[in-house]
């Protein structure tokens, strides 16, 4: 393994923007929110659907330097439950793209030791696309590399309030009384209660903002901005990113 990755900081010094990389500080948890698929469409032409089958296929790139670099867990925002307010053609495309990306990716995927996770709400998503999914995760659940996990029709706010539901149910039963309500608790009642939260959050497109995405546990990640729109994004941007994040200090509050 530490071949591997001396390796690879050889390979990578000679890029731009990542001569300090260490590996020994790579971002345990890195999180994306990749934006930007329609407005490369609409500068080249193109139909906004265009944009998001570029913008698969950037997804493969990605997953396999995070692996490479030892990144633990890659959050991906595949899809809001805001997003259900555009166009129907859009969001059929939209749906089909799980199906797609791991029809075509999942034995690399498997072969790279990777684990696929599902984090949102299926209720609402279409039963072809959630065949797709939980495929993917019942084929990968014994991987221990990498766990790529999709945000899926997920919510932040709705996260919350179903957490929230849930404590309050406790409370109506008697298996919890409120003064037992900690960070840690409430934490155990998300949809990421078995990850850390990320170290670091990178958004693409040239957006500042986290539009309902994992407003809990983002409170104390790195953010790196970038007006580079998702289907352009490739692995030196990615490693641009962890070489900014690895140039800040982390206080939580402390100095």
């Known amino acids: 393994m530490l071949e591997k990755f001396t390796k690879w900081k050889s390979s990578l010094s ?45 997804i493969n790139k990605i997953v396999r330097r995070a692996n490479e670099l030892g990144v633990e867990v890659l959050t991906l925002y595949a899809f809001s439950t805001e997003n259900w307010k555009r166009p129907k ?60 996990n999709f945000a899926l029709n997920y919510g932040s706010r709705f996260e919350m309030i179903e957490a929230i539901k849930k404590i309050t149910k406790q409370i109506e039963e008697g298996s919890l009384r409120s003064e037992e309500i900690t960070d840690e608790l409430f934490e155990q009642h998300l949809m990421t209660a078995e990850l850390s939260d990320p170290d670091l959050l990178i958004r693409t497109s040239g957006e500042i903002r986290l539009s309902n995405f994992m407003l809990w546990q983002l409170a104390y990640s790195e953010f790196w901005f970038t007006d580079v729109l998702w289907p352009d994004f490739n692995e030196q941007h990615f490693t641009e990113a962890i070489a900014v994040y690895q140039k800040r200090a982390r206080r939580y509050g402390g100095v």
Request: glycine share 8%; net charge neutral; proline share 6%.
């Open 89 to 148: 053609t859009e969001v059929d495309y939209l749906m089909k793209l799980p199906e797609r990306f791991l029809g075509m990716e999942l034995p690399k995927l498997k072969e790279e030791n990777v684990k696929v996770r599902l984090m949102g709400s299926p209720e609402d998503l279409p039963d072809h696309t959630k065949k797709a999914v939980y495929h993917a995760v019942e084929e990968t659940k014994h991987n221990n590399g990498l766990i790529l």
């Open 14 to 58: 000679s890029q731009e923007g990542t001569e300090n990389i260490e590996l020994v500080n790579i971002p345990k948890h890195i999180a994306i929110i990749m934006d930007g698929n329609g407005r490369w469409a609409q500068q080249k032409g193109l139909p906004r659907i265009a944009g998001h089958r570029e913008g698969m296929k950037v």
